[in-house]
């Protein structure tokens, strides 16, 4: 069984990145986002990589974070593209 809150993949220069959480609804944690950062990382280091697919595991995507005391409220804004690159949810 897979540790990981994120699924991620990189295909034919698309990234598919699956929030992998189905029993929560995909509500995101620290982990997640933590995951999440990673991956836009990678996504802004690799020049191939066109463009991004976001989707959920299960019947829903992530409806907001969770707050058991495992989210922290951030002032940064939401970011719509990484580096540059359209992300698409899926």
């Avoid at 509500?27 to 836009?40: F, G, V």
């Avoid at 191939?48 to 707050?67: C, H, K, Q, Y």
């Amino acid at each position: 069984m897979s540790d990981h809150r994120v699924r991620y993949e990189k295909k034919d220069h698309v990234a598919h990145v699956t929030m992998d959480r189905p029993d929560v609804l995909n509500a995101m944690d620290r982990r997640m986002h933590a995951e999440l950062a990673e991956i836009w990382d990678d996504v802004e280091a690799d020049d191939e990589i066109r463009a991004v697919v976001l989707t959920g595991a299960g019947a829903a995507r992530s409806p907001s974070a969770r707050t058991s005391g495992n989210a922290r409220s951030s002032t940064k804004p939401p970011r719509s593209a990484v580096g540059g690159r359209s992300v698409i949810p899926g």
